[in-house]
Structures are given as structure tokens and as C-alpha cells.
């Protein structure tokens, strides 16, 4: 079904609540709404600053420190992760969003001394020397498919230019929270358990039939 602006907006306000009633964060941005001209809306970190940066050739140690340093974020992990959210509405409609978690390049102040982390959920699964931080991107945009190379929705992994798995959906915000805790802080999403478990609400399918017959994922409901 369908999601409007208001619940879109309504979901980020419960993962604010999440965040800060269990300690998951060192800090965040409360989110925007902002409606734009021809009935458009875009619900977006803060004041609705200019993000487009990060789409850029930049090296990806270079796009984190931009983004800490113009504080491009909804919420800042304790780990020093970025996430950020961003969705457009027209007529109540999504036509875009940009869902991003951009792991902190920097990790050998956890991993040189694992001994202070070990014990704290959210630091588990960074800790060991082997992990090797890759930026994640959910990206929606109607404007710009073409079938196969430019999914509706799609996943990128790293900064590959090319790289657009297809998605079965536009993405919630929840939905995206939890696949980005059980994915990259499991020990933390399974010691909170049910305080972190909401109800998951999809958009409706976007994905062709051509783009079925390859692998993609598949928003299950």
C-alpha cells in the first residue's frame, strides 16, 4: 500500500524515539518537512540542506568527513556510522528517497583496543581487524528507470557507478532500521529484542517482471 509524507514522517519520530530511549546513538538530527512547489514534498535531515555531494566522485573517506563536518546526518552510531534519510512526495505520491549508511572509515581506534569494546552490543560486530567498512545506499527514483541498468529501486554497494540491484519497493524507514541493525549491529539488535522490533509496512511493488527473472531483493509481507 501506499505511504503518505505524514507517515513516513511518523516512522523516523518512532526510530528517534528508539534510538534515544536505548542509548543506540551518539547523536542525531531531528528531520524536516518541507513542501516544495506543484504539491511536492521532501521529508530530510534538518533543514533540508543540499546533500547532492554525496553522489560525487569524492574518495569515500573524503564523503564521510563531509558529511560529520556539515553534520549530513540523522543519526550518528556510536560506532561513528551515518545514516541518513530522504524522501520526496508528489501529490502524496513517492517518486524518490535516498536511504544511506555510511560506516565509519576509521575504525582502528575500536579494533586496536578491542578490550574496552567487547562487552557493549553495539560495538560487536566492528571489533574484529577483518572488517572492512562498505557504504550501503537504497536508492527510489521514477525519473531516471530504464529497465535492467536503472531499477525504480535499487541497492548500491560501496561507490561502484554502476552498481543497482533491484529492489521489489520503495523502502520504509523502518524497514530500512531494521535491515541496517540486524545486518551490522546483530548483537545489539538481539540483546534489545522486542525494543527494537515495530511493525514493518511496505510500499507497493515497483520492480518489472524482466527484473524479476535476476537476482534482486525482495521486500516480503
Given at each position: 500500500m501506499p505511504?503518505s509524507?505524514?507517515e513516513?514522517?511518523?516512522e ?12 543506540l546513538?551518539?547523536k ?9 512547489r506543484?504539491?511536492k514534498?521532501?521529508?530530510?535531515i534538518?533543514?533540508?540542506?543540499d546533500?547532492?555531494?554525496t553522489?560525487s566522485s ?7 568527513e563531509e558529511?560529520y ?15 541518513q534519510?530522504?524522501?520526496l512526495?508528489?501529490k ?5 528517497h535516498?536511504?544511506?549508511?555510511l ?7 575500536f579494533?586496536q583496543?578491542?578490550e574496552?569494546?567487547?562487552?557493549q552490543p553495539?560495538?560487536a560486530?566492528?571489533i ?7 557504504p550501503i545506499?537504497?536508492d527510489?527514483?521514477e525519473?531516471a ?8 529501486s ?9 552498481c ?8 520504509s524507514p ?6 541496517i541493525l540486524?545486518s ?5 539488535y538481539?540483546?534489545y529484542?522486542?525494543?527494537i ?12 517482471e524482466?527484473?524479476k527473472?535476476f ?5 516480503i509481507r
Amino acid at each position: 500500500m501506499p505511504l503518505s509524507p505524514s507517515e513516513i514522517a511518523n516512522e523516523i519520530r518512532i526510530i528517534d524515539e528508539l534510538f534515544l530511549k536505548n542509548s543506540l546513538i551518539d547523536k542525531y538530527n531531528s528531520y524536516s518537512v518541507k513542501d516544495h512547489r506543484e504539491n511536492k514534498t521532501e521529508i530530510c535531515i534538518s533543514s533540508c540542506k543540499d546533500i547532492s555531494f554525496t553522489l560525487s566522485s569524492m574518495s569515500y573517506k573524503d564523503l564521510y568527513e563531509e558529511s560529520y563536518k556539515r553534520n549530513l546526518f540523522n543519526y550518528l552510531m556510536l560506532d561513528g556510522a551515518i545514516v541518513q534519510l530522504n524522501y520526496l512526495f508528489d501529490k502524496n505520491k513517492i517518486y524518490k528517497h535516498r536511504l544511506a549508511y555510511l560506516p565509519n572509515p576509521n575504525m582502528e581506534a575500536f579494533q586496536q583496543e578491542p578490550e574496552i569494546y567487547i562487552e557493549q552490543p553495539m560495538y560487536a560486530e566492528i571489533i574484529e581487524p577483518s572488517i572492512v567498512p562498505v557504504p550501503i545506499r537504497f536508492d527510489y527514483d521514477e525519473t531516471a528507470f530504464e529497465e535492467f541498468n536503472h531499477p525504480k529501486s535499487h541497492l548500491t554497494l560501496g561507490q561502484y557507478k554502476n552498481c543497482r540491484i533491484a529492489t521489489s519497493a520503495p523502502i520504509s524507514p523502518i524497514v530500512f532500521i531494521d535491515f541496517i541493525l540486524r545486518s551490522f549491529y546483530n548483537t545489539a539488535y538481539k540483546s534489545y529484542n522486542e525494543d527494537i522490533r515495530y511493525p514493518k509496512r511496505f510500499f507497493d511493488p515497483t520492480i518489472t517482471e524482466g527484473e524479476k527473472k535476476f537476482l534482486h531483493m525482495n521486500m516480503i509481507r
